[in-house]
Each structure stands twice: as structure tokens, then as C-alpha cells.
């Protein structure tokens, strides 16, 4: 009961942390963070403290082709791998990560270090870190423009940009909630408008995350999530997820994403785009080590006639150096 209580309270603590946050900015840009609708299985990408918390040296690739049929639409292809030392008190781990759209790619590799505290018997309270350097790179010479003689345009780019990252990840082995921000340097990439000398730059992405399961008899669990996304300079976003896992073998689900972006005219200064995508997502724990996870993006909103999905792979593979430890399921 202690436990419940605990999570409860963090949830509302982690909703209440991002909306004052979104809540500081109203500019409109395109978020600059990589899209996962795989999130709930590739945690580490979105918080540093979840390093450590699967108790075996666990590595997790992914890749995701974003708006098929549409040109220089968004492709993904990221891996991690991390695992717990010191008696589980300490989490350590890797992300390599590539996120290409059109003529512009970032390419990161960061290393992470979590902290993990036993906050009671079963609950586990974990501070992370991490670190790294992203490089940018805009191919933009012969872009054709609308209007010729922009500056901006004359010379492709390759920058080197340094980040850090933090995280806290409060998890049971039947339920998690966590608040992290992954890059909180804000880089500047140059003059984007040189009429105004204005300057583009990495925005902070603000994270909050949770999830849990629910019994429903001896060989059906209900897992549901949600993830909640904002920056300063983009709309507020929220993933909701369920999957219902079966024999802990295989797991069908559905998520929904939405996005709020601002709106003067309302009084609530928010309004509802109905949705961006609605997800179908197939995972299956194929041996005690290895997990595959397909997802597959419809989108709702004025994207829908204008592609053909979004497809995202997943394929995890966990060495069982302490066997004991991978027999009972994983499910975050």
C-alpha cells in the first residue's frame, strides 16, 4: 500500500512538473528531439536514470521509417545498451543514436551514469546523468528556395555539439514514473534569419513518464503507459499507451498521440489538433533473452493522405550472465 501511495503521488508531481514548465514558453518550432512510438521499451533514450534498472546487461536496437512515400521524411536508427554494477546500486550505458530529415541529420553517441537508491523494499529511486556529443550536419547547398540570396543557404554544415542530460526513474517491479530532460545545453546552430540576426538553437525537451501493470488472471496482464512531451519551443504532446500481454509471451497494443498547441483566441490559451497518429504495436518475448517489438503509425491529422505510415522495429537482446534474473519478465 506504501508503494501505491508513493507512485500515486509521484505521478502527480511528474504531470504537475511538465505542465508549469510548458507552460513558460509560447514560440512555435519544429521539436528537434527523435520520435519513438516505442518509447515504453527504449526508456534510456528519453531518461539517463533508466540505466541499471532491467538487472542484466541489456542492448536494444531500433529503427523507424517516419511518413512512407513522402521525400526526406524522418528515418531513425538508435542503440543502446546498459547494465547495473555494484550490487545494482549503479546503473551505466551507451546510446548511439542517427535521426535524418531531408538534407539535415544528427548523429549522437552519450554515455550514461544512474545512481539507484532502495527507497523500500521494493522500490527503487534512480538519479541519472548523461553525456555526449551530437553532430549536426546540413547538407543545404542547392536547396531550391522560394526566394533566392539567402545567406543562410550558401555553405552546407557540420557542427559539433556537446550535451548533458539528467533524469530521475522511480520504478517497482510492477510499475514506474520518471521526469528527465536529456539535453539541457542550448547550442546555437548560427543565423537562421539574417534580417533579424536571429540565432537557431537546441531547445531544452522536457520528459515525464509512467506506467504500470494490472493482473487481469494468471496468463493476461494489462500494461498501460503514458508519456508526456514538451520544450519551449514546441506544442505539449502526450503518448498514451496499452498492450495486453499474454502468457508474458506475447503482448498486443494501441497507443494514441496527440499534440496541444497554442491558441490566443481560447481562454485556456490551448487548443487540440484531434490527434496525430493513432499506433498498432505487435511485441514478442521470443526466448528469456530476446524481445522483438514492431509498431505501425495511422496517421489522423492532415498527414493522413499524404503518406503511408510510419513503420518503427524493435529487437532486444539481454545477456544472462545471472539466468535467475531474466526468468521472471521484464515488463519495463
Sequence with gaps: MKILIMLSRAKTIAVLTVAVVLGLSNRAKAQQEALYSQYMFNMMAVNPAYAGSRDVLSMTGL????????????????????????????????????????????????????????????????????????????????????????????????????????????????????????????????????????????????????????????????????????????????????????????ALGASYRTTLKRDQTLSNGWTDRLGDAVIGMLELQVSDQIRFGYAYDFMVNGLQNKQNGSHEVMLRYEFGFKKAKILTPRYF
Design 63 to 250: 529503427f523507424r521509417q517516419q511518413w512512407v512515400g513522402v521525400e526526406g521524411a524522418p528515418t531513425t536508427q538508435s542503440f543502446t545498451i546498459d547494465m547495473p554494477l555494484k550490487k545494482e546500486k549503479v546503473g551505466l550505458g551507451l546510446q548511439a543514436y542517427n535521426d535524418k530529415a531531408g538534407d539535415i541529420s544528427n548523429t549522437g553517441v552519450y554515455l550514461t551514469y544512474a545512481y539507484r537508491v532502495k527507497v523500500s523494499e521494493k522500490a527503487t529511486l534512480a538519479m541519472g546523468i548523461t553525456g555526449g556529443v551530437t553532430n549536426l550536419r546540413a547538407d543545404i547547398i542547392g536547396t531550391k528556395l522560394t526566394q533566392d540570396g539567402d545567406v543562410a543557404f550558401s555553405q552546407n554544415v557540420s557542427r559539433f555539439l556537446p550535451n548533458v542530460g539528467t533524469g530521475l526513474y522511480l520504478s517497482t517491479d510492477r510499475g514506474y514514473i520518471g521526469i528527465s530532460c536529456p539535453a539541457l545545453i542550448q547550442n546555437t546552430f548560427g543565423q537562421v534569419d539574417t534580417t533579424k540576426k536571429q540565432q537557431g538553437k537546441q531547445a531544452r525537451h522536457y520528459f515525464a513518464m509512467m506506467g504500470f501493470v494490472v493482473g487481469l488472471s494468471n496468463s493476461l496482464k494489462l500494461k498501460p503507459s503514458l508519456l508526456i512531451k514538451a520544450s519551449e519551443a514546441s506544442p505539449l504532446s502526450f503518448d498514451g499507451n496499452i498492450n495486453l500481454w499474454i502468457k508474458d509471451r506475447v
